[in-house]
């Protein structure tokens, strides 16, 4: 049995289990008391402390921040991209790479110290042009990697973006773009790299925005959580007003349809 039925069956006896529950006075008198006494007060505290992070929501760690909610499917790669990313022959076919390469062309990434560095590769390509498209498409993922490193959440690329234009022109400086041509077995290949650095406020900002998005989503689940909470009120207490009005004369059809509106909402 998969998850869906199984959610299914268990919310079918819950409210057929309601419904059977609003036939007793006990109960009656409970859910009247709970609708007409201060518990909106309460509600609406809740989803204060919620919105503003003091309380979690239940599998917020796993789902909301931590877990995968329908990742975007993996990008189908050109096959310039695919042969840039194939291994290069050794030996006698090696690349022929040209002197005055920077320093800092193919160390990994550093996030010790005051300032971050990444350093990105295009990729060897026919073309100056492609290189350049490459560098940018390689730019946005290497931040993106930064961001879900930086933040431990895979969510945090997808609310914190940055586009190619904006990474070079706030973090990376001229003089740390390079571009020169290398000699493969296939031929001249251009390649660009570029070294992209955060320092403290550039990471200040990068967390501010950050919080800011967690803030905007637990106040989307709150207000959310709250109008399925009001709306299951509200269905209880219509049962209760119209069974009242007509005597409990089709306290039966008014239990069916409660419990119908119950699963509804949920």
């Keep these: 049995m998969n998850t869906a039925a199984t959610?299914?069956?268990?919310?079918?006896?819950?409210?057929?289990?309601g419904g059977a529950l609003c036939r007793l006075p006990v109960a009656r008198r409970v859910a009247e008391w709970v609708i007409g006494s201060d518990w909106a007060v309460l509600a609406a505290l809740l989803v204060a402390l919620l919105a503003s992070g003091f309380v979690g929501l239940p599998g917020e760690g796993n789902l909301a921040w931590g877990g995968e909610l329908g990742g975007a499917a993996?990008?189908?790669?050109?096959p310039a991209a695919l042969a840039a990313e194939a291994p290069l022959e050794l030996g006698e076919d090696a690349p022929q790479i040209p002197a005055g390469r920077p320093e800092w062309i193919g160390k990994p990434p550093s996030v010790a110290g005051e300032v971050h560095t990444i350093p990105v590769a295009s990729g060897p390509y026919a073309s100056e042009g492609e290189a350049r498209r490459a560098l940018d498409k390689e730019l946005v993922?290497?931040?993106?990697?930064?961001l879900v490193d930086e933040f431990g959440s895979p969510l945090a690329s997808q609310y914190v973006r940055y586009d190619a234009r904006t990474i070079k022109r706030r973090y990376v400086k001229a003089d740390n773009v390079y571009h020169d041509v290398a000699t493969y077995s296939v031929g001249p290949m251009h390649e660009y790299f570029a070294l992209v650095e955060f320092d403290a406020a550039a990471r200040r900002e990068m967390a501010l925005r950050w919080a800011r998005a967690k803030g905007q989503s637990r106040l989307m689940q709150a207000g959310l959580g709250?109008?399925?909470v009001l709306l299951l009120l509200a269905s209880v207490a219509g049962y209760f007003r119209f069974d009242h009005a007509t005597r409990g004369y089709y306290s039966r059809r008014l239990q069916l349809l409660t419990a119908v509106a119950i699963?509804?909402?949920v």
């Design 7 to 17: 959610v299914f069956i268990v919310l079918g006896c819950l409210g057929l289990a």
């Design 74 to 78: 993996p990008e189908e790669k050109t």
């Design 141 to 146: 993922a290497a931040v993106g990697e930064y």
């Design 226 to 228: 709250a109008a399925v």
């Design 263 to 265: 699963l509804a909402v």
